[in-house]
C-alpha cells in the first residue's frame, strides 16, 4: 500500500522555522515527484514546493521563495520542507503528495497523507 506520513509541525513563533517530513512507505519516492501544499483555514488547498523525481528541481510558490527548501534524502525515503522566517500566514495544514512531474495540476497528485498542523502565532 503505497501511503505518505507527514510530521513535524507545530507551533512557532513569527520568525521561527520548522522542518516539515514527508516519509514514503510501499514504494520509493524518488521515482516521482513530490509536492508540499498547505490549507489555510477556511481556504482551497494550494501549492507551496515541489522537487522533481527526474532531476530534482526545484519549485516554489512565491509567497515562501527565499524562505524555504524543499530537498529530498532518497536513502531514508523521505522529503523535506525546511520554512524560515515563518509568517502567520503559513498557518494552515500541509500535506504532501506524489505525482508524475511538478508541472501537472494539483488534481494529478496522489496518495494524500494525513497532513501536519503548522500554526505560527505569538
Known amino acids: 500500500q503505497l501511503q505518505l506520513v507527514e510530521s513535524g509541525g507545530g507551533l512557532v513563533q513569527p520568525g521561527g522555522s520548522l522542518r516539515l517530513s514527508c516519509a514514503a512507505s510501499g514504494f520509493t519516492l524518488d521515482n516521482y515527484a513530490i509536492g508540499w501544499f498547505r490549507q489555510p483555514p477556511g481556504l482551497e488547498r494550494e501549492g507551496v514546493a515541489c522537487?522533481?523525481?527526474?532531476?530534482?528541481?526545484?519549485y516554489y510558490v512565491d509567497s515562501v521563495k527565499g524562505r524555504s527548501t524543499i530537498s529530498r534524502d532518497n536513502a531514508a525515503n523521505t522529503v523535506y520542507l525546511q520554512m524560515n522566517s515563518l509568517k502567520p500566514e503559513d498557518t494552515g495544514v500541509y500535506y504532501c503528495?506524489?505525482?508524475?512531474?511538478?508541472?501537472?495540476?494539483?488534481?494529478?497528485?496522489?496518495?494524500w497523507g494525513q497532513g501536519t498542523q503548522v500554526t505560527v502565532s505569538s
Open positions: 522537487i522533481s523525481g527526474s532531476d530534482g528541481s526545484t
Open positions: 503528495a506524489t505525482a508524475a512531474n511538478c508541472q501537472v495540476s494539483q488534481d494529478e497528485f496522489g496518495s
